[in-house]
């Protein structure tokens, strides 16, 4: 087994539907982008309020990948 190097970088999805929603919007989004991607953790959930309901979430995520050799 190989060892591994792996970098963290933090982003935040958006989504009207739910909080689950935003973090699969951000993994979605960050996987045009980065290869090998392992692992994600939630960092921070907010919303925004409009008119007495949720208007839309947002959740900052930080997420693991690894380096390539």
């Given at each position: 087994m190989s060892e591994h190097v792996?970098?963290?970088i933090e982003i935040t999805g958006s989504s009207t539907e739910s909080s689950d929603k935003a973090v699969r919007n951000a993994i979605?989004?960050?996987a045009k982008s980065i290869k090998?991607?392992?692992w994600f953790e939630v960092i921070e959930t907010r919303g925004q309020v409009e008119k007495g309901k949720v208007a839309f979430w947002q959740v900052t995520i930080k997420l693991g990948f690894r380096l390539e050799n």
């Open positions: 792996y970098k963290k979605a989004k960050a090998n991607m392992d």
